[in-house]
């Protein structure tokens, strides 16, 4: 028998049977290793204390923290509204920056203006505009197939015979243009 004070393995490592059932064959045989000493079970009190630590103190802790009635305080800086709200201080202005930027400001006006009149821009949303369209009719074209596949929204084909439902869904695949 190992004793708690050794440097043998702990009680909950020892996995062989106890002495008392173990036969002739067996008793000659060396263990491969030291957990064969270890023949006494682990006391239960150590087994419910580590179900009770494991389980039942987290869950209790939690629900005291939940249900407290006590509101939770930031301490010193609860009333705090942070330095964002600081307005900072004023820089100096400097007039040849300051022309600068407006001269900026209207060369760019000018230039969006001259952009927004060409030919090809106007030429571009009018593009964009039939694409939107097509591709929104599209879409809704495969969702309405979909959903008569799947029998469901309202292109479903739930009270129809199988071979009317198969004619609807190629129906719709031709005017989708996918078949």
């Not at 173990?22 to 239960?44: E, K, V, Y």
Request: charged share 25%; hydrophobic share 35%.
């Amino acid at each position: 028998m190992v004793s708690s004070s050794s440097f043998g393995p702990p009680w909950h490592t020892c996995f062989s049977t106890p002495p008392a059932t173990t036969t002739a064959a067996t008793a000659g045989r060396q263990p491969f290793n030291n957990l064969s000493q270890c023949t006494s079970p682990p006391p239960l009190i150590f087994q419910r204390r580590s179900w009770f630590e494991k389980c039942v103190l987290p869950l209790a802790a939690s629900a005291t923290l939940l249900l407290s009635p006590y509101p939770a305080h930031a301490g010193i800086l609860s009333g705090f509204s942070g330095l964002e709200s600081i307005p900072g201080p004023e820089l100096p202005k400097i007039d040849s920056l300051a022309r600068f930027n407006e001269e900026n400001q209207k060369r760019y006006a000018e230039n969006d203006a001259r952009f927004k009149e060409t030919p090809l821009l106007k030429e571009l949303l009018e593009r964009s505009k039939l694409n939107k369209e097509k591709n929104r009719q599209a879409i809704q074209d495969k969702y309405c197939i979909r959903g008569a596949e799947w029998g469901v929204g309202d292109c479903s084909a739930e009270g129809m015979t199988p071979q009317e439902r198969d004619e609807f869904i190629a129906a719709m695949k031709k005017k989708a243009g996918i078949e």
